[in-house]
C-alpha cells in the first residue's frame, strides 16, 4: 500500500505545485487507511486547501489505491501551551 501512495503523490505533485504548492507524504496506517500528508507552500494559506484535499486528493487516492479510508492534512506546526498559573 506504502508504495502506492507514494507513487499516486508523485502522480499528484505536478498539479500542485503550478499554484505554488506541494504535498509531503507523513505516514500511512495500513489497518485503518488512513493517508496522512502535509500540504506545504501556498496550500498552507489557501482557502481551496480542504476542499482540494478531500474533492482532489482523497478522491484520486481513493481510486488508486485500494484499502485507502482517508487523507488527512497533518499540521506539525507548533501549538502554543495555555499558560499554567
Known sequence: MLRQVEQTID???PAIQVDGGDI?????????GVVEVRLV??????????????A????????????????????ERPTESPLEL
Open 56 to 75: 482532489g486528493i482523497e478522491r484520486i487516492m481513493k481510486d488508486r489505491v485500494e484499502g485507502v479510508t482517508e487523507v488527512v492534512n497533518v499540521d
Open 41 to 54: 507552500g501556498a496550500c498552507v494559506s489557501c482557502p481551496a486547501s480542504t476542499q482540494t484535499l478531500k
Open 11 to 13: 502522480a499528484i505533485r
Open 24 to 32: 509531503e507524504l507523513v505516514g500511512v496506517d495500513e489497518d485503518s
